[in-house]
């Protein structure tokens, strides 16, 4: 069984770029959740996918978008990046009727 | 809103010395709790988990119990090992499935000395 994969590994960006970072679910697993982790924080939620549609969003700004796939993997997009975006995303995926979340390696971003 | 507390760090321990790390939370209704386990480059690996009050969760040597009375999910190991040394960080989540957003707190980092 394959678990949750995350690309890339580590990403430099200037502020005002863009960037995409990608996530592949677990097997079976049909929910993806992408959480913020700064440096020395504990994550934050920033939103979750079910069926290919957002289904809950934290508290970040629209620049923070994102999609999924009908093999239900994930993009999280951001736009208009600022320095204080530089942090480690993680992408969880869950299976129906669980509540446990399995986390993928993350995608360090450095926004110089 | 919900919350999750833990115990400042970071905590410093010598092999085989006991482990006690504090986690409390503010959450309405039932909320499942977790403790989640980050090595250094890596991300979070779940080390266990209870679902309902007085249920304890258990895994390599770790233990937790899910106290309602005292809003509570403390981690215990009888004798850590320099293996351990690692963030750990506690969380909750009150809903199962395609609702299920998790609340974390802050995380405290444990070294382990041989």
């Known amino acids: 069984e394959t678990g949750v994969t995350q690309s890339p590994t580590h990403l430099i960006k200037t502020r005002g770029q863009q960037v995409t970072l990608r996530c592949s679910s677990q097997?079976?697993?049909?929910?993806v959740s992408w959480y913020q982790q700064a440096l020395g924080q504990g994550p934050q939620f920033i939103f979750q996918?079910?069926?290919?549609?957002?289904?809950g969003r934290g508290n970040f700004p629209p620049r923070f978008s994102g999609l999924q796939f009908p093999n239900y993997s994930s993009e999280l997009n951001v736009n208009a990046l600022e320095l204080d975006d530089s942090a480690l995303y993680l992408c969880?995926?869950?299976?129906?009727?669980?509540?446990?979340?399995?986390f993928g390696p993350g995608t360090r971003l450095l926004v110089l | 809103g919900d919350s999750v507390t833990q115990m400042e760090g970071p905590v410093t321990l010598s092999e085989e010395a006991f482990l006690t790390i504090n986690c409390t939370y503010t959450?309405?209704?039932?909320?499942?709790l977790f403790w989640y386990v980050q090595y250094p480059g890596e991300g979070l690996q779940l080390l266990l988990k209870?679902?309902?009050?007085?249920d304890k969760g258990s895994n390599k040597g770790f233990e937790a119990t899910y106290r309602k009375e005292t809003t509570s999910f403390h981690l215990e190991k009888g004798s850590v090992q320099v293996s351990d040394s690692a963030v750990y960080f506690c969380?909750?989540?009150?809903?199962?499935?395609?609702?299920?957003?998790?609340?974390f707190g802050k995380g405290i980092t444990l070294s382990v000395r041989p």
């Open positions: 969880a995926s869950s299976s129906p009727g669980e509540e446990t979340q399995y």
């Open positions: 097997s079976g697993h049909n929910t």
């Open positions: 996918y079910y069926r290919e549609e957002e289904n």
């Open positions: 959450a309405t209704g039932y909320p499942s």
């Open positions: 209870a679902t309902k009050a007085d």
């Open positions: 969380a909750l989540s009150k809903e199962s499935g395609a609702n299920s957003k998790l609340t």
